[in-house]
């Protein structure tokens, strides 16, 4: 069993930041890409951000240069500052994380940007 358990959603004004924080709990012994990917109503669940065991990350082009996302391997946690956030951002942010021989996914965080 492997638990995922996302925190730090809520409600912003446009251009106000958010940091979504994951822990990655359970039966692990190691994690290879972890990230997050988000729907919003309506819509399929796209890729936001990744981030591999060594660090090297890659994001989806409606978030390039405003979120960041970083992982602490010694605590099994993947994070994602959001910066700028925009109207189109609102959505329910899913964390997963690669074991490697299966993904694993969090019931998600919902980030509203709203005026």
């Known amino acids: 069993q492997v638990q995922l358990v996302e925190s730090g959603g809520g409600s912003v004004q446009p251009g106000g930041s958010l940091r979504l924080s994951c822990a990655a709990s359970g039966n692990i012994r190691s994690i290879y890409n972890m990230g997050w990917k988000r729907q919003a109503p309506g819509n399929q669940r796209d890729m936001v951000a990744t981030i591999t065991s060594d660090g090297r990350t890659n994001y989806a082009d409606f978030v390039k240069g405003r979120f960041t996302v970083s992982r602490d391997n010694a605590k099994n946690m993947v994070y994602l500052q959001m910066n700028s956030l925009k109207l189109e951002d609102t959505a329910v942010y899913y964390c997963?994380?690669?074991?490697?021989?299966?993904?694993?996914w969090g019931k998600g965080t919902l980030v509203t940007v709203s005026s």
């Open positions: 997963y994380v690669d074991l490697g021989y299966s993904d694993h």
